[in-house]
Structure formats: C-alpha cells, structure tokens
C-alpha cells in the first residue's frame, strides 16, 4: 500500500477524500477545526510538490440537497486553515465542477459541494465514483472518519486508479499506531476499557485478549462484572443479560494470562447529578439507593501502578460519568497517569468517542502519543475487522 510520499504530484491533480464534518455553531462558523487541520499536512505536501488539490467530504447527514449541510460554509475557516483562498465548487458533479477542475492550476485548491446531497454517496454507486474520479490524476484517502464504510468517495473510487492512488498523512498515522499497539507492541501492553456498557465494547475485548498482558475496565461496565461475581451494587448501572458473558470473558483471560484488574472501591452517589451526595464504599458492597459514578482512591492507585509499568497503553473509555465535575475525578487520574507514562517512552494511544472528548476537555491530549480521529473507524479495527477504505487499497 502506498503512502503521499511514494508520489510526486507536480502538475498533478490530488483528488482527497478528507473528513470535514465539522461542528457549527447558529451562525454557522465551525467551533472546532481540528479535522480541517488534521488534513493539513497532505495538503501542504502535494501544494509543496507544485500540484492541485481537489478536496471531497461529506458533512452531516442531509436529506437530498439542504442549505444548512453546504460545504460552503466551511470556505472561510479552510482557507484560513490551509493559508490560501480555497475555491468552492457549488456541486460535486456536473460540468461545473468538471470545468473548474480542468481549470485548476498547480497551488490551488477546490473544495467540492457535500457528496451526501447525492444518495449515490452512501450507496456506493460505481457511476458515481467514476464521475469523481474524473476529475484528478492520483486519489488520496485521508479520512480515517469514514474508512470503515463502503461509500463510493471512500472504497469504490480507488479501483479507478489502479496505481494511482495512496493514503494520506493522517490515514497513514491512523494504521501506524494502531499496529503499534495490536501488531508491533512493546510488551506490557495495557488496554483500559470504560464507558457505559459491556455490550457495545465486547467484540473489541475478545479480539485484544490475545495481544494485551493488563486489561484495565472501569466506567458503567464495573457493575456487570461485580453483580456477576456476586457483589452488591446497589442502582449502578448493569446488564443483567451480560453478566454470564462478563464470567466468561474473565475465564478467558485466566486463560490467556491476561491480568484483569476491576475497580475496588467506587465514588457512589444517592443520585445520577452533580448536587448528590457521595461517599466512597468497597465496589461490591454499595448500598440499595446508591449508584457507583467513579472509581475510587483505591482503584486509581492500582490503576496508577499498572499504567505506570505499561510500555504500550490504550484508552478507549471514561472511567466514571466525568461529564459531571464531582465524577471526573478517575477519569482525569487515568489521564495524568498515561500522560507520565507516555513522558517516561510508553506508546499511548487514545480512542474511541468519550475518551476523545475526555482528554480534550481536560487538555491532555498533547500528552498522549496518538489521539484517533475516527471513533466507529477506530472501534472496527479493535474489533479485527477490515475497513473497506482500507482495503480497497490492497486490491
Ligand atoms: P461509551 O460511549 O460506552 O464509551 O460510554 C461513555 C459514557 O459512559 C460516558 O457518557 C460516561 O458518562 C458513561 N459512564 C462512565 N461511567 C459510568 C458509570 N459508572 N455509570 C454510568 N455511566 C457511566
């Protein structure tokens, strides 16, 4: 598979898949650019190289063609982003945009109209990634975001360039680190799962139990794990229907000598709200009428020594509910430990929508080796499958 720097683009065309489905506040200016600039460094090369850029990406989810889903809105922020004036076609097919393409001269850049204004988009229509691909000389998947879907600008188009064609800086990066924590691990390898549910995080605990020495779990997915153990847990959250799959999922990391470390002692509140009152009890021995919202001094404790020993770490998951600020205490701890890992050689990498979220909010991210950009990517690849978008490259 080939990378941006296996190409020269002088006086070639880039057509670039990117991932600009950014957020807008009422007056539509985007409040967080940081996957227009992620795009950045690909497009700075091949501008570098003396060639053209064409740029494609989706935003939302329209119904057919809706003012409010218009690319044109993010014309401003990207040129102020990339350094140069970006030229907006106000459609991704059609002579216009044929035209305009053709027109383009080595520096410049075009961002084309939402491709989801055409149905054709999601269903992976062949016709449709034919006309795309008409208009550029080498295709560029950049927008790790949307890999793990078969849509006609993300998997269908690359069979239009039979050679001509690579993943971009930020793709690249993406695959990088995952392999660097599923394939080429420096051993202790430490996954730590939170969130809400055992459910939605299942497929991805089988698949890494065969390349992890400590799994970490914390968050809402405490509860199935100590009910089923048989512990108290009061009104914490639980799936009753998981819990023989929670016994399951210990016995097999008995098996595969995979050291699961559980909460101790829980943050318990009288109440789901920042105004409840708390008190911290043993994890198993919470009250009825209370509910387990964060993880405990003595938890964090023993979460610290395990990160602390970790050569290769991954985060997908809050510790405890840290939207709340009287919760966000283990989630921020987890995040300085893994952040004095990291300072002292650990790999660390953080995904996975919440702990995204997490770690911006509480400005961790410089810290970590690799942030993902792409939650349902990201989870897909921790599950073992294969993204179509990246496939489609080996083919
Ligand atoms: P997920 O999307 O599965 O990663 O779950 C993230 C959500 O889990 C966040 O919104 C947290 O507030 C929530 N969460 C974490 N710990 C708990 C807990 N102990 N009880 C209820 N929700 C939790």
Redesign the pocket.
């Known amino acids: 598979m080939k990378t941006l720097q296996d190409f020269n683009f002088k006086n070639k065309k880039a057509l670039i898949r990117v991932d600009f489905n950014v957020p807008f506040d009422e007056h539509f200016n985007v409040t967080d650019a940081t996957r227009i600039e992620a795009a950045k460094p690909t497009i700075d090369k091949i501008i570098a190289d003396g060639g053209s850029v064409i740029l494609m990406s989706h935003l939302g989810r329209p119904k057919g063609k809706e003012d409010r889903f218009s690319l044109k809105h993010i014309v401003k922020t990207a040129s102020e982003i990339l350094g140069t004036e970006v030229q907006f076609a106000s459609d991704c097919r059609g002579d216009e945009v044929q035209n305009a393409a053709k027109n383009l001269q080595p520096g410049e850049v075009l961002l084309l109209e939402n491709l989801r204004f055409y149905k054709e988009e999601e269903s992976g229509d062949v016709a449709f990634a034919k006309e795309l691909a008409s208009l550029g000389d080498i295709y560029v998947n950049d927008a790790f975001g949307t890999a793990h879907r078969a849509h006609a600008s993300t998997t269908i188009i690359a069979r239009f360039f039979p050679e001509n064609k690579c993943f971009g800086i930020l793709l690249a990066k993406e695959i990088e680190s995952l392999n660097k924590v599923l394939k080429n691990s420096e051993k202790p390898v430490t996954a730590v799962l939170?969130?809400?549910?055992v459910s939605?995080?299942i497929t991805v605990i089988e698949n890494i139990l065969d390349k992890i020495d400590h799994m970490i779990i914390?968050?809402?997915m405490?509860?199935t794990f100590v009910k089923a153990l048989g512990g108290k847990i009061g009104n914490?959250?639980c799936e009753d229907d998981k819990m023989e799959l929670a016994l399951e999922i210990l016995k097999l990391a008995k098996q595969k000598g995979v050291q699961i470390h559980l909460p101790v002692d829980m943050v318990i509140a009288d109440s789901f709200s920042n105004d409840a009152k708390t008190q911290i009890v043993d994890v198993d021995k919470i009250p009825d009428g209370w509910?387990?919202?964060?993880a405990g001094p003595k938890s964090l404790e023993a979460i610290r020594k395990v990160i602390m020993e970790s050569k290769t770490i991954l985060w997908?998951?809050?510790?405890?509910?840290?939207?709340m600020p009287k919760f966000a205490n283990g989630t921020i701890s987890l995040g300085n430990f893994i952040a004095e890992s990291t300072a002292n050689g650990a790999f660390s990498l953080v995904g996975?929508?919440?702990?995204v979220a997490a770690v911006k909010q509480f400005g961790l991210e410089p810290k970590m080796s690799y942030v993902s950009t792409g939650g349902g990517a990201m989870l897909e690849m921790l599950e073992g499958k294969s993204l179509p978008g990246i496939a489609a490259f080996a083919e």
């Open positions: 939170g969130g809400s549910k939605s995080k914390g968050g809402g405490t509860f914490s959250i509910q387990g919202l964060d997908n998951g809050p510790l405890g509910v840290f939207e996975g929508g919440d702990s």
